[in-house]
């Protein structure tokens, strides 16, 4: 039953350690992003709950938030009534114990608006030691005049429970990023436009991998994704590619055409990337773009556009292509041939017609060899036969 809770351990009972992953506990006070306040207390704490409850509550504040908000390491949309006010936050680069001045530090904190949380492994109980455990996967924007973007990375959460009222006496988090990373990102100043994101919903014969795939790739860039999420990536395109999942579109005519952005790249047998005879600067921050336009006899012209420099310039490869078998244009791989026929230099951020394209690029001339193992309405999975064999995985814009 619900009632006010008279706090009778102290915050000492509740202060351990530091793990090795976090900064030294001297550094932790030049690490605090802005004033946090003098500690509040909140009236009317709900004690007694069983432990079961208190998970699920803790679930649906880490996933919509307390009030609908948004979760709430984005939004500071937390139960109040489920904490206690002197309750111990501690993460790799950060600690403090006081409930009011962590739900102030996260409200100040993600710009929910481009950012994400997820809940990977649910909240688990263990009544021995009074302890609710969980994994989730975080990744978003600062609120910060330089505009930081922090990378995808997962969260090992641990709530320790004070078992005279029920409430959360201590929050832990490990991250699979080390502190020292978090603080280059967060110190890193993001100038370039948000990747780009594709409108595109579902047909309603998209196989479930693929839609899958797609949640996890729309609106990202090759090199924002954690090394558990490659693991998962890579296992949903083995399954899509393998043919455990069908090929939709397989049948139709010049499933090809349209514009493709570059979501995610999985390296060759030999660690090889994208064909790199193309001189485009392999920055994080660049997207490439691949545009086909294809008649019903299987030829027509591809241009592949590579940022230079974020969206300041860019390199234009364009030429023709034909299907090297289109007797076999029923079957779901497909193989393309590439006669590339020159390049421009161009300064503006669209490309769609071209535009201030001043530099011609002759030099870049030569033949192309990639299979389509997979085409559908907004996901394509392709593989590069002569640049080292890695897959790309790119999505219709």
Same mark, same amino acid.
């Given at each position: 039953?619900?009632?006010?809770?008279?706090?009778?351990?102290?915050?000492?009972?509740?202060?351990?350690?530091?793990?090795?992953?976090?900064?030294?506990?001297?550094?932790?006070?030049?690490?605090?992003?802005?004033?946090?306040?003098?500690?509040?207390?909140?009236?009317?704490?709900?004690?007694?709950?069983?432990?079961?409850?208190?998970?699920?509550?803790?679930?649906?504040?880490?996933?919509?938030?307390?009030?609908?908000?948004?979760?709430?390491?984005?939004?500071?949309?937390?139960?109040?009534?489920?904490?206690?006010?002197?309750? $111990?936050?501690?993460? =790799?680069?950060? #600690?403090?114990?006081?409930?009011?001045?962590?739900?102030? /530090?996260?409200?100040? %904190? &993600?710009?929910?608006?481009?950012s994400s949380i997820e809940?990977?492994?649910?909240?688990?109980?263990?009544?021995s030691d009074c302890t609710?455990?969980?994994?989730?996967?975080?990744?978003?924007?600062?609120?910060?005049?330089?505009?930081?973007?922090?990378?995808?990375?997962?969260?090992?959460?641990?709530?320790?429970?004070?078992?005279?009222?029920?409430?959360?006496?201590?929050?832990?988090?490990?991250?699979?990023?080390?502190?020292?990373?978090?603080?280059?990102?967060?110190?890193?100043?993001?100038? $370039?436009?948000?990747? =780009?994101?594709? #409108?595109?919903?579902?047909?309603?014969?998209?196989?479930? /991998?693929?839609?899958? %795939? &797609?949640?996890?790739?729309?609106?990202?860039?090759?090199?924002?994704?954690?090394?558990?999420?490659?693991?998962?990536?890579?296992?949903?395109?083995?399954?899509i590619v393998e043919g455990?999942?069908?090929?939709?579109?397989?049948?139709?005519?010049?499933?090809?055409?349209?514009?493709?952005?570059?979501?995610?790249?999985?390296?060759?047998?030999?660690?090889?990337?994208?064909?790199?005879?193309?001189?485009?600067?392999?920055?994080?921050?660049?997207?490439?773009?691949?545009?086909?336009?294809?008649?019903?006899?299987?030829?027509?012209?591809?241009?592949?556009?590579?940022?230079?420099?974020?969206?300041? /310039?860019?390199?234009?490869?364009?030429?023709?292509?034909?299907?090297?078998?289109?007797?076999?244009?029923?079957?779901?791989?497909?193989?393309?041939?590439?006669?590339?026929?020159?390049?421009?230099?161009?300064?503006?951020?669209?490309?769609?017609?071209?535009?201030?394209?001043?530099?011609?690029?002759?030099?870049?001339?030569?033949?192309?060899?990639?299979?389509?193992?997979?085409?559908?309405?907004?996901?394509?999975?392709?593989?590069?036969?002569?640049?080292?064999?890695?897959?790309?995985?790119?999505?219709?814009?």
């Amino acid at each position: 039953m619900a009632a006010v809770a008279s706090e009778t351990s102290t915050t000492e009972d509740y202060v351990t350690t530091s793990p090795r992953n976090q900064l030294p506990s001297f550094l932790r006070d030049y690490t605090k992003l802005g004033p946090l306040g003098k500690k509040q207390t909140f009236a009317g704490k709900t004690t007694g709950l069983a432990m079961s409850d208190l998970a699920r509550r803790l679930t649906h504040d880490l996933t919509e938030g307390s009030t609908g908000k948004g979760g709430y390491f984005l939004t500071g949309d937390l139960s109040t009534d489920i904490f206690r006010d002197d309750c $111990v936050f501690e993460d =790799p680069t950060n #600690g403090v114990a006081s409930l009011s001045q962590y739900q102030k /530090a996260l409200t100040v %904190l &993600f710009d929910p608006s481009r950012s994400s949380i997820e809940v990977i492994q649910p909240l688990v109980v263990n009544e021995s030691d009074c302890t609710i455990s969980g994994r989730l996967r975080s990744r978003g924007y600062l609120q910060l005049p330089w505009n930081p973007y922090i990378s995808s990375y997962e969260t090992t959460i641990r709530y320790t429970v004070d078992p005279e009222t029920g409430l959360v006496a201590r929050q832990d988090q490990t991250w699979t990023k080390s502190a020292s990373q978090a603080l280059q990102e967060t110190f890193t100043p993001t100038w $370039v436009d948000p990747p =780009p994101k594709s #409108g595109r919903g579902p047909k309603f014969d998209e196989p479930q /991998a693929v839609s899958k %795939l &797609f949640q996890m790739l729309n609106g990202r860039r090759p090199s924002e994704y954690s090394s558990e999420e490659r693991q998962a990536i890579d296992a949903l395109v083995a399954q899509i590619v393998e043919g455990t999942t069908t090929n939709a579109s397989s049948t139709t005519a010049s499933p090809l055409t349209g514009t493709w952005v570059l979501a995610y790249l999985q390296p060759g047998p030999d660690g090889a990337g994208i064909d790199r005879r193309i001189p485009f600067p392999d920055f994080k921050f660049n997207d490439n773009y691949q545009l086909f336009d294809l008649s019903e006899t299987s030829s027509g012209r591809v241009t592949t556009v590579g940022q230079l420099f974020g969206p300041l /310039a860019n390199v234009q490869v364009y030429g023709s292509i034909r299907e090297a078998n289109p007797q076999e244009s029923s079957l779901p791989r497909r193989r393309y041939e590439a006669n590339i026929q020159g390049g421009k230099l161009c300064f503006s951020r669209t490309f769609q017609p071209p535009t201030n394209c001043w530099i011609d690029l002759p030099m870049i001339q030569g033949q192309g060899l990639f299979d389509s193992l997979y085409v559908g309405d907004r996901l394509r999975i392709g593989q590069n036969l002569n640049g080292g064999g890695a897959r790309v995985v790119q999505l219709r814009i």
